[in-house]
């Protein structure tokens, strides 16, 4: 089992920056990637970014060059870090673990508002 807690959202003006922290207890030696999912209301969850054990990242286009992931292994946790948010950006973000027996294990969700 794994258990995953996120931390870091909020409301922040369009232009502006947060950070989001997602850290995994429990089986964690068996955890081969992490990331993050977002959704907005009315629309489907979908993935912003993810980082592997290999340190390897994939990004969703609409946030390449604004949002960066980032993985801590010593502390078990993974970051991301938003820049130049805007309106669109405005979702609960989610953070996943994934096994290496590919089961996924979700955090409970951080709102994120970017707004004037």
């Known amino acids: 089992q794994v258990q995953v807690v996120e931390s870091g959202g909020g409301l922040v003006q369009p232009g502006g920056s947060l950070r989001l922290s997602c850290a995994a207890s429990?089986?964690?030696?068996?955890?081969?990637?992490m990331g993050w999912y977002r959704q907005a209301p009315g629309k489907q969850r979908e993935l912003v970014a993810a980082?592997?054990?290999?340190?390897?990242?994939n990004y969703a286009s609409s946030v390449k060059g604004r949002f960066t992931i980032s993985r801590d292994n010593a502390k078990n946790t993974v970051y991301l870090q938003m820049n130049n948010l805007k309106p669109e950006d405005t979702a609960v973000y989610y953070c996943?673990?994934?096994?290496?027996?590919?089961?996924?294990?979700w955090g409970q969700g951080t709102q994120v508002t970017v707004s004037s």
């Open positions: 980082v592997t054990s290999g340190v390897s990242t």
């Open positions: 429990g089986s964690i030696f068996n955890i081969y990637a």
């Open positions: 996943y673990a994934t096994t290496a027996a590919a089961t996924r294990y």
